[in-house]
């Protein structure tokens, strides 16, 4: 039986190239297939082009709000509509300002699904994956 079928595709932007390579790796390593970005610009044309199964992305690239733009352009698509899109943030660790998406009215401003905080946790990151594509 193939499970070609079953491998979800994740597009990972962000501009830290280091963190953009081990996040990959760790996700490829739990069956994951990842297409990556180093930018909001080429995030959103892997997104066109490769049409992920969801997306986790960096808020600050090349602006401060370049995530915050990216989750905007591909929740105005039809298929971005179908997908989660993640914001991954380190605002909260180097600001101390924190944001989240619990409410509606965050949920619609911010235009996410969900907030991931830097430094990633594989395990969460991997069970809240896994919460979405089995619902």
Known sequence: MQHSDKIKTILLVDDD????????????????NVVTAESGKEGFEVFTKVK??????????EEYDS???????IKKTEHG??????ILTSATYNTGFK??????????????????????????LISKLNNYFDE
């Open 52 to 61: 992920p199964d969801l997306a986790i992305i960096d808020l600050i690239m």
């Open 99 to 124: 944001f989240s998406s619990e409410t509606k009215e965050e949920r619609e401003w911010i235009k996410c699904d969900g907030i991931l905080n830097k430094p990633v946790v594989v395990d969460e």
């Open 81 to 86: 509509k179908r997908i989660p899109v993640f």
């Open 17 to 32: 190239i280091d963190l953009l390579e081990q996040n990959k790796l760790l996700m490829e390593s739990k069956g994951f």
């Open 67 to 73: 995530g915050f733009i990216l989750c905007h352009r």
